[in-house]
């Protein structure tokens, strides 16, 4: 059985397929299967069509974190420790992956197509996407996924792992307590979302979250929580919502605590501006190697703002008092320090 060209131009077009499509599909040949025949065509075709189909049972491994497909058609997947080769998982070649990518962009309800080369977005399930075509990927069309674990550790989950110690563990509570700002650090894969959602967990129910995000991928708990997502724009060029946009947005909806699930642009100003203005206890996680580097990287960022190196030193010296940095080791991931930051 193949979907018809109706559903392929869906697809294309950035709607993913929906269970009465999938159901519409069988019917038609629901005689021929039988019973267990069905259920079995409706299970292929909805991991075929609106799921991650060949990767899937990657995707159920509780340890995978991210699955790589490259131009070639090569399979790698990551279970914290470091890339692995999956040949049994491999694609048959370049046009196989393409198609794949572009099904997957429309289940994430984007498009993906030559005038739109690359895509991000969330599948279901708590799968973050990122695909991009050639000739921009110069072997092939590559597809990345990053798992979010929607089941989110609290702080006796991660010390209960040996990803932080006791002590820390009560200092990062102290820092919540007390509604330090505070932004988490570290590399590619080193654990900042999975901290930063144990620590937002400690916060009180009572208190109302603002988490903004690009895409939305904060395992979070219950409790008054907000989101705001980032759009990109459409094919035309309209439409585009930033993260600077959402900042400004959720100021005006009286957060006791502003969330930016990733600082790496000109929304660094806002968030600043909002922790200097008695918006205690904010946070944010930023790509660097160690806390020393810290107020370079928030200078880098504050100048796409066009912020002076002054103007960002004088405002981080009073938004944000705390660095938590976390790293990547053989043995799994772990709070490497937690020290003040020093500008």
């Known amino acids: 059985m193949r979907y018809d060209e109706g559903i392929d131009a869906r697809v294309r077009s950035g709607l993913g397929p929906g269970p009465a499509v999938i159901d519409a599909l069988v019917d038609d040949v629901a005689e021929r299967l039988g019973e267990r025949g069905v259920l079995r065509e409706q299970e292929r075709l909805l991991a075929d069509l609106a799921g991650l189909g ?9 340890a995978v974190t991210d699955i790589l497909v490259n131009g070639d058609g090569w399979a790698w997947v990551d279970r914290g420790r470091g890339l692995e080769r ?13 198609r794949f990518a572009v099904r997957l962009a429309g289940i994430a309800g984007r498009r993906l197509d030559d005038s739109q080369p690359w895509v991000d977005g969330l599948l279901p399930g708590g799968v973050r996407l990122h695909a991009i075509l050639p000739p921009l990927a110069a072997d092939g069309t590559a597809i990345s996924l990053r ?3 929607r089941g989110s550790l609290r702080l006796d989950d991660l010390e209960g792992v040996g990803m932080c110690t006791p002590d820390q563990a ?6 919540i307590a007390t509604k330090q700002a505070f932004v988490v650090t570290g590399g590619t894969g080193a654990g900042k979302t999975t901290l930063l959602a144990a620590l937002l967990a400690e916060v009180d ?8 995000e690009d895409v939305l991928e904060i395992p979070l708990h219950g409790g008054h929580v907000v989101r705001l997502q980032a759009r990109p724009a459409n094919v035309e ?20 605590r502003l969330v930016v699930g990733e600082v790496r642009g000109a929304e660094v100003r806002e968030l600043l501006l909002a922790l200097n203005t ?13 806390p020393a580097d810290v107020p370079a990287r928030l200078e880098a960022l504050g100048a796409l703002a ?17 660095v938590v940095h976390v790293v990547r080791r053989s043995g799994g991931r772990v709070v490497e320090s937690i020290e003040p930051l020093r500008v």
Not at 54 to 62: F, I, T, W
Not at 170 to 175: A, F, K, P, T, Y
Not at 278 to 289: D, I, K, Q
Request: glycine fraction near 8%; hydrophobic fraction near 40%.
């Open 54 to 62: 060949p990767l899937a049972d990657l995707a159920r491994e509780p």
């Open 86 to 98: 999956m040949p049994e998982h491999d694609f048959a070649g370049t046009e196989q992956v393409r």
């Open 147 to 149: 798992l979010l674990r």
């Open 170 to 175: 009560r200092h990062l509570r102290e820092i």
């Open 205 to 212: 129910a009572r208190e109302r979250i603002l988490v903004v």
């Open 237 to 256: 060029g309209h439409g585009l919502v930033t993260l600077v946009d959402l900042v400004r947005q959720a100021l005006r909806m009286r957060p006791d």
């Open 278 to 290: 008695g918006h205690e206890g904010g946070c944010c996680t930023l790509h660097a190697n160690k």
């Open 306 to 322: 066009g912020m002076s190196r002054e103007a960002v030193r004088a405002q981080v010296a009073t938004a944000i008092h705390t």
